[in-house]
């Protein structure tokens, strides 16, 4: 069951190398764009940790057994706000991305 789920995050994982490969591509040399991709890579990296974090205790490290429920929640709904402020704070280098790649 395990080895399903690290086959599924595998297959995600290439998927979003190809999205940042072909985002670098075309970056043309704006170290901007390079920055934002990679902004944008250890965002949803943090969010996919604090899943795993939240949701599947044979990933978590030992000491979150001991954890409670509610802390772990709120810790979660802490990543989530900070990733969500660094997005919205990035939104104009986004819109001026979109007219620079295109």
């Known amino acids: 069951?395990?080895?399903?789920?690290?086959?599924?995050?595998?297959?995600?994982?290439?998927?979003a190398n190809e999205g940042i490969r072909k985002n670098l591509r075309n970056a043309k040399g704006d170290p901007r764009i390079v920055a934002l991709v990679v902004l944008e890579l250890i965002l949803v990296t943090f969010l996919l940790m604090a899943l795993l974090?939240?949701?599947?205790?044979?990933?978590?490290?030992?000491?979150?057994?001991?954890?409670?429920?509610?802390?772990?929640?709120?810790?979660?709904?802490?990543t989530v706000i900070a990733v969500v402020w660094l997005y919205h704070y990035t939104s104009v280098f986004r819109k001026e991305r979109k007219t620079l790649v295109h």
């Open 1 to 15: 069951m395990a080895e399903g789920r690290l086959h599924k995050l595998r297959k995600l994982n290439k998927e």
């Open 53 to 78: 974090f939240l949701f599947d205790p044979g990933v978590s490290f030992p000491a979150a057994v001991s954890i409670s429920w509610p802390v772990k929640l709120f810790l979660f709904l802490l």
